[in-house]
Nanobody
Framework: QVQLAQSGGGLVQAGESLRLACEVSGSIFEINGMAWYRQAPGKPREFVAGSSSAGGTNYADSVKGRFTISRDNAKDESYLQMNMLKIEDTAVYYC???????????????WGQGTRVTVSS
């Protein structure tokens, strides 16, 4: 059974940095898209950053220039480096991957368990 396990997160002060990681467990064939989303209290889940299998990346305007998404295809891992954190970055962060578990079969969407990031003043 394929699962995504997240690590990182925690409590930091504004201006500091954090790195989130997301690791795949279970047997897979390939990972297509990877992304990070977040959900602040009382708000819907929103897109933060994405990475395609071709290596392209895109970011929400609110995090451009501060956050960097990266991937290690050999380890089946995704990372989100968050610099210059702001109070408004406080949220639960979720990793997402679109994975093909068996060659020739359709891909499926998988989500991590979520990790809390709290930025204080």
């Amino acid at each position: 059974q394929v699962q995504l396990a997240q690590s990182g997160g925690g409590l930091v002060q504004a201006g500091e940095s954090l790195r989130l990681a997301c690791e795949v467990s279970g047997s897979i064939f390939e990972i297509n898209g990877m992304a990070w989303y977040r959900q602040a209290p009382g708000k819907p889940r929103e897109f933060v950053a994405g990475s395609s299998s071709a290596g392209g990346t895109n970011y929400a305007d609110s995090v451009k220039g501060r956050f960097t998404i990266s991937r290690d295809n050999a380890k089946d891992e995704s990372y989100l480096q968050m610099n210059m954190l702001k109070i408004e970055d406080t949220a639960v962060y979720y990793c997402y991957m679109n994975i093909r578990t068996v060659s020739g079969e359709n891909t499926r969407n998988y989500w991590g368990q979520g990790t809390r990031v709290t930025v204080s003043s």
